[in-house]
């Protein structure tokens, strides 16, 4: 968490609000892991963002960094200062914007960081923006051994499943309904392709993932219509993969593991 979904919701949010107003001034806690933006000239600049899978791409006014929101990584926007408030607390960036509110940079688990000043060569297309060339590099690699990895495992390879994480393989892999634990290049047809890009539709559509600490901004409250959605994360049986990160599927699977 956050997944492709979350990270595309986070950019619209941060792209939004910062829309008319530029910043005033900066205050860069020692616990900020955003290093590449330290060597910025921040005053007087816009902040937009852009997402690609799990990376979120900033802008102040041109000039970009590229950023992984980790486990808890999101933006904030106080009013006035929020003493008493987590994201506040954890904010390792304070931009004081032109409107005299303060928008935040909050990372809890500080897993997040700034990357590079462009996209990772290694991570595959993005599903919203490319999905044709999402769909065209899977289908053109099917004979890369990636792909001869049980499904669980190769369906959350960055280079071919750009944003995928741990909800969205439960769900993608537990309503395709097929041995999860077959290789992957067993379940793949342009089909299953259809379902990855409509699951993931789905939960851009719902407002993402309101899981653990990342929440829409978008959004006044939380409502239940993603947790409707889901009907294996958290749910079903579960187990540890060779990545170390639980796996939830459908029980009747585990006799064929």
């Not at 900033?58 to 987590?86: A, H, W």
């Not at 607390?89 to 509110?101: E, P, V």
Request: hydrophobic residues 35%.
């Amino acid at each position: 968490m956050p997944e492709i979904s979350e990270v595309r919701l986070t950019a619209q949010f941060v792209t939004e609000i910062n829309k008319k107003r530029t910043i005033q001034d900066v205050r860069f806690l020692k616990t900020n892991k955003l290093k590449l933006i330290e060597g910025i000239d921040l005053k007087g600049k816009k902040i937009s963002a852009i997402s690609r899978g799990k990376e979120l791409k900033l802008f102040f006014d041109t000039e970009p960094v590229v950023i992984s929101l980790g486990m808890t990584g999101c933006f904030k926007n106080f009013q006035k200062r929020g003493y008493k408030n987590k994201h506040w607390k954890h904010g390792h960036i304070r931009f004081r914007m032109s409107d005299n509110s303060w928008f935040v940079w909050s990372d809890v688990r500080r897993f997040g960081k700034s990357v590079s000043r462009d996209w990772n060569p290694n991570r595959g297309p993005d599903v919203f923006h490319e999905e044709k060339k999402f769909r065209d590099n899977i289908m053109d690699n099917l004979n890369h051994r990636d792909f001869t990895k049980p499904a669980h495992v190769a369906i959350m390879n960055q280079k071919w499943f750009n944003g995928m994480g741990n909800y969205l393989r439960a769900e993608i892999l537990g309503k395709w309904d097929k041995n999860p634990f077959q290789p992957l290049k067993n379940l793949i047809t342009i089909e299953f392709l259809d379902h990855v890009v409509s699951q993931i539709h789905d939960t851009y559509h719902l407002g993402g993932g309101e899981l653990y600490s990342w929440m829409n901004e978008n959004k006044s409250h939380k409502d239940k219509q993603f947790d409707k959605w889901m009907k294996f994360y958290g749910k079903t049986a579960k187990m540890k993969d060779t990545l170390g990160r639980t796996f939830w599927f459908e029980k009747k699977w585990s006799k064929v593991k």
